[in-house]
């Protein structure tokens, strides 16, 4: 299903939107069904660690993710945008060695 169902033929755009839409649930329901949760350990790990480009990696639609993530460059590179200077992991980061 794309965002355009019933409002209009569907776009390349709103194909795509449905298609991530569908991968997402499905990865949802492997996590549940499976207990498939290393992935998302695995992203929580590298969002703990600010290691972006995992991150990319991880994602299940990496190219959005580095479109959102370039459209608002922060000015500390190690950050985003939505805490800045007060970016919690990076404090974390910073007191405490959690790398594995
Ligand atoms: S700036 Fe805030 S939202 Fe962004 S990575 Fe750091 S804690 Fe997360």
Known sequence: MTPAEHLA?????????GVITAR???HIGDMVKNNDRERD????RARRDLKWDR??????????ARAVRNSRSPEDSEAC???GNYCALKI?????NFER
């Open 55 to 64: 991150m990319y990696e991880l994602a299940i639609d990496p190219v959005h």
């Open 81 to 83: 945008t939505m805490c």
């Open 9 to 17: 033929l569907p776009n390349v755009d709103d194909v795509r939107q």
């Open 41 to 44: 350990l695995d992203m929580g």
């Open 24 to 26: 997402i649930a499905a």
């Open 92 to 96: 974390v980061k910073q007191n405490f």
